[in-house]
């Protein structure tokens, strides 16, 4: 079966984003239920994902190190596909600080470094050995993968550039996490016009499967910004799930500290079981 790839995105920054692709990872890749095969890419240059999916020595030494964290892809396409066959870019083992009674093997990483603020701001317009623009890049080093995983999940910075264009073009659609305040719907207007735009410009058919609410304190003003959403025609059909506000996630990595999904997500626990239920109604098997 192909992969389905997904990016979760949003141009407003702090709407839990990072945690969302994280908990997705995990419950669908260690939950005994469904054991998917799952890989998580961090294309935010900020790193939150892969600082809370591996070790911080393995990193550095292992990936950084060798050039092969995502800001060289971008930078030095040619050595990076160099080791697309034999997948030396992955990280395959210790994903994840969550370990139950069956094999977390299945969850694999794409990890990034804040080397890509820098680089994603001096990318040529093409790569000429190869015959490609950046824009393709993300789908180039998926293509031999998909048949590897059920499921891709690619976390995308709060933002519009080459960078985060080469994950639309890579996906099949995209989920919105976002806040039920005015800013955050501003955010989502905004991406969606952005979207539609990618969509006519590179002839694409990314489709937005869903408004993830997030942060979610049920204050009055919003519960009212929340029904708002849901009300607009133009807005993806939010998820029945919400993200709690009250949410404290253990996600710093120490190998000799394994936790359960209980002891990890706390409160949200029962949430994000219902959230990956849902996320596989909306996306598919």
Not at 87 to 94: C, L, P, S
Not at 264 to 280: A, G, Q, R, W
């Amino acid at each position: 079966m192909t992969a389905k790839v997904i990016s979760i995105c949003n141009l407003k920054g702090g709407v839990g984003k990072t945690t969302i692709v994280m908990a997705l990872a995990e419950y669908l890749a260690g939950d005994t239920m469904y054991k998917k095969r799952v890989l998580a890419i961090d294309l935010d240059p900020q790193s939150n994902l892969t600082s809370a999916l591996m070790s911080e020595e393995v990193w550095e030494k292992e990936f950084e190190s060798k050039k092969l964290t995502l800001p060289y892809l971008f930078k030095d396409p040619e050595y990076f596909l160099e080791n697309v066959k034999s997948e030396n870019f992955i990280v395959k083992h210790n994903v994840s600080n969550v370990r139950n009674r069956n094999s977390f093997a299945h969850l694999h990483l794409i990890p990034s470094s804040p080397r890509l603020f820098e680089i994603q701001e001096e990318l040529p317009s093409g790569y000429y050995s190869f015959n490609f623009k950046p824009v393709d890049l993300i789908r180039t080093i998926l293509k031999p993968l998909l048949n590897n995983y059920d499921y891709i999940l690619i976390d995308c910075a709060p933002n519009i550039n080459t960078v985060v264009k080469s994950a639309f073009l890579a996906s099949n659609a995209c989920i919105i996490p976002c806040v039920p305040n005015r800013m955050s719907i501003h955010g989502l207007d905004l991406l969606l016009q952005h979207i539609e735009k990618f969509n006519r410009d590179y002839v694409h058919n990314l489709k937005a499967v869903g408004t993830l609410i997030s942060r979610y304190n049920r204050t009055i003003a919003q519960t009212e910004n929340l029904n708002s959403i849901i009300v607009n025609p133009f807005y993806p059909q939010v998820f029945e799930t919400k993200i709690l506000e009250r949410a404290k996630i253990a996600e710093g990595l120490e190998l000799s500290n394994y936790l359960t999904y209980k002891q990890k997500y706390d409160d949200s626990h029962d949430s994000m079981v219902k959230l990956t239920k849902e996320f596989i109604q909306r996306v598919g098997r």
